[in-house]
């Protein structure tokens, strides 16, 4: 059986390391790159660890060697200064689609987020959710850069013809207790979230595509209709967490837009 080999970028970070623990496969290696520094390999691990910078173009050429697919996790997760969502996020992201692109990296996963439509209403979903391609209407200038991601994905596949996945991922956390009565229907289990890694690789063909990551909750508000036809089941949902909650119910344009709290915080402040 050939081996598989699947650069994640990003892999220090939250979302990283608890993909790391559950992408493991036989038959497959995972090439994990971050700038921030990485627990080491344990015994019989299949991992090779990079320590580099998105943003480096001859780091992510190398990493992008040899590699079957990429999912990109890498850059801020939330709200900081242009400066750095700019070069980060943005250059940060056109620089590993162009080392995938130039080592025929057939497939790449991006990582995109709710904050990519966080103005949207979150009463605008319809009895199956807020559509997968719902258009952009970012709430921060870190909502801005997952646009921009989505953007650089469909370029890269409309020019190249790689496969590109997005996934807009609502919270992806260990759990959605502390996320409060947002997170119930926002919440990505871990496991859920490696579900949908999973089909994002497996998937024949799939072209570009935009998907929610979501976890199949009962409060749910984003489609999970484009994730299913990938081929992701959803096996988690935050409901069962929901007597563990007991923060308030957000109340003013936090409870009425997809981004939640994020749609008032400061421009380019980090938090
Ligand atoms: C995101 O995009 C962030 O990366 C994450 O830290 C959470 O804030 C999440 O959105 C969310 O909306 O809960």
Redo the contacts with the bound molecule.
């Keep these: 059986m050939a081996v598989q080999r699947v650069l994640i970028t990003g892999s220090a970070g939250l979302v990283g390391g608890l993909m790391r623990l559950r992408l493991r496969r036989d038959g497959r290696i995972l090439r994990l790159l971050d700038l921030a520094e990485q627990p080491p390999a344990e015994p019989g691990e299949a991992v090779e660890l990079v320590h580099a910078s998105v943003t480096d173009p001859a780091a992510t050429a190398a990493a992008c060697a040899g590699v079957d697919a990429v999912i990109h996790l890498g850059g801020h ?2 709200e900081t200064s242009w400066e750095q969502i700019l070069d980060v996020n943005i250059h940060g992201t056109r620089t590993v689609l162009e080392a995938a692109r130039a080592a025929g990296v057939p497939r790449v996963v991006l990582a995109s ?3 990519a439509v966080g103005f949207r209403r979150t009463d605008e979903a319809g009895a199956s959710g807020l559509p997968a391609d719902s258009t952009a209407r970012p709430d921060t200038y ?1 909502g801005v850069s997952k646009a921009a991601v989505e953007a650089l994905g469909s370029l890269y596949h409309a020019r190249f013809g790689m496969d590109v996945i997005v996934v807009r ?3 992806c956390f260990p759990s959605p207790v502390d ?1 409060g009565p ?2 119930l229907a ?1 919440w990505l289990s871990p496991d859920d979230a490696a579900r949908l890694f999973e089909a994002c690789l497996a998937a024949p063909s799939p072209g570009y595509r935009v998907i929610w990551g979501v976890s199949d909750n009962t409060r749910r508000i984003y489609s999970l209709a484009e994730a299913e036809a990938l081929g992701y089941t959803s096996l988690d949902d935050a409901e069962s967490f929901a007597d563990l909650i007991d923060a308030p119910a957000p109340t003013g344009p936090a409870a009425h837009y997809v ?2 709290p ?1 749609v008032t915080i400061p421009l380019g402040e980090p938090d």
């Design positions: 997760s939330r987020s709710n904050h870190y991922i609502g919270s996320l947002r997170g926002t981004g939640g994020f």
